[in-house]
């Protein structure tokens, strides 16, 4: 059986306030593309469909042409749970009607998990869609005190499974121990640990996971799908892509991973203004969504609008002299000094650097003029 692995769409995502609508269903059209050419069986999404529980009227229609191209037009089945974002019951709606058309939907706990099995030339697959696992759904469902914990209520759920025999892949939408974080992912919870052990998926020949959005390994039969677009400028460096398993006979199975291409990258650029404008002509990316990094120490007039000329996608423009960590106190302290040397002080706070010749001489010059001009000395 070949399965392609999905996890955390978000469709409806907002990055920036920028809809990322478009480029989402510039993505979706590309798995449509890929799930054609590989020949895939069956389309396994591990949770997070939407970005939020009552999604924009336009994600939803995003979200229904690409199952519908899927189930329809391709014939592909499609296996899907809900995770964080979503609402479990609204996914699920109408979801025993549309399993005669290949579409397996995960309701939400309290409901029992209900194992799917599938068929290939070797014969049955049975696959365990866990939806998203909220430990205090799980204690109060289970009238158990001793779940107290994310760890602990996935335990209790698999523990409830009847016996499984044969191949097995599990899906799930969870934070494992080893995973690699970004800031697009929503905390699971506040102020206890989310983290799930990895062990409770080893009676598994495979585990497809969702939730962290950069595509990884936890083990030899555990794998994050990530999210099919960057979500964040944490996410700059991630490679995006679409993975598909080979499930063989015995269990085993073959992994090839599918890069993809987004409407628009995520990325940042830093440097000088002049310098950025410069190469800013030759820039193949230039409607990417960006994060530009202002390295110049002087004055910057209008610099927004001299960049947007060239990047109109600009979401963050920061000045990185501005920032810098200043050690020592945080007060300036005045008594005592002279005017030289309390604006020298202040430009040491805010830039950590200490004014240059030309610098100190343009200083006193400014200084001066004002003391004159109030009647003063110099």
């Known amino acids: 059986m070949r399965i392609l692995h999905l996890a955390d769409l978000h469709i409806g995502k907002i990055?920036?306030?920028?809809?990322?609508?478009?480029?989402?269903?510039?993505?979706?059209?590309?798995?449509?593309?890929?799930?054609?050419?590989?020949?895939?069986?069956?389309v396994a999404i591990s949770g997070d469909l939407y970005d939020r529980s009552v999604p924009p009227v336009q994600a939803t229609v995003v979200l229904d042409d690409f199952l519908t191209r899927l189930l329809m037009d391709l014939e592909i089945k499609v296996i899907l749970t809900p995770g964080n974002h979503d609402s479990a019951e609204r996914v699920a709606f109408a979801g025993r009607l549309v399993r005669s058309r290949g579409l397996y939907i995960a309701p939400g706990l309290p409901a029992a998990v209900e194992p799917i099995i599938l068929e290939d030339s070797h014969g049955q697959v049975t696959f365990i869609p866990l939806p998203y696992v909220d430990p205090l759904l799980v204690r109060k469902s289970l009238d158990d005190s001793e779940i107290d914990s994310f760890d602990s209520a996935l335990h209790a759920v698999l523990q409830s499974l009847p016996p499984l025999e044969g191949r097995t892949v599990c899906l799930a939408h969870c934070f494992t121990q080893g995973g690699d974080t970004s800031e697009s992912e929503r905390p699971l919870s506040i102020g206890g640990s989310s983290l799930i052990d990895p062990d409770h998926f080893k009676p598994f020949n495979l585990t497809l996971l969702g939730h962290l959005h950069?595509?990884?390994?936890?083990?030899?039969?555990?794998?994050?799908?990530?999210?099919?677009?960057?979500?964040?400028?944490?996410?700059?460096?991630?490679?995006?892509?679409?993975?598909?398993?080979?499930?063989?006979?015995?269990?085993?199975?073959?992994?090839?991973?599918?890069p993809l291409k987004p409407k628009r990258d995520v990325r940042t650029i830093s440097g000088e203004l002049a310098t950025i404008l410069t190469n800013a002509a030759n820039d193949p990316g230039s409607d990417d969504y960006l994060w530009i990094e202002l390295t110049d120490r002087g004055a910057l007039f209008d610099y927004a609008a001299k960049l947007r000329v060239f990047y109109p996608n600009v979401l963050n423009i920061t000045r990185t002299e501005y920032q810098r960590e200043v050690t020592g106190e945080c007060a300036i302290e005045i008594r005592s000094k002279s005017d030289h040397e309390i604006v020298a002080s202040f430009f040491r706070h805010i830039t950590g650097d200490d004014l240059n010749q030309s610098e100190t001489e343009l200083m006193e010059t400014v200084l001066t003029e004002m003391i004159a001009g109030q009647g003063g000395a110099a």
């Open 15 to 42: 990055f920036h306030d920028v809809h990322l609508t478009d480029d989402q269903a510039h993505i979706l059209d590309q798995i449509i593309a890929i799930v054609q050419e590989y020949k895939v069986d069956l």
């Open 214 to 258: 950069r595509s990884q390994k936890i083990s030899d039969t555990i794998y994050y799908a990530g999210s099919p677009l960057k979500y964040s400028f944490s996410e700059a460096d991630h490679t995006k892509e679409v993975v598909i398993y080979d499930l063989a006979a015995d269990g085993s199975f073959s992994r090839e991973t599918i």
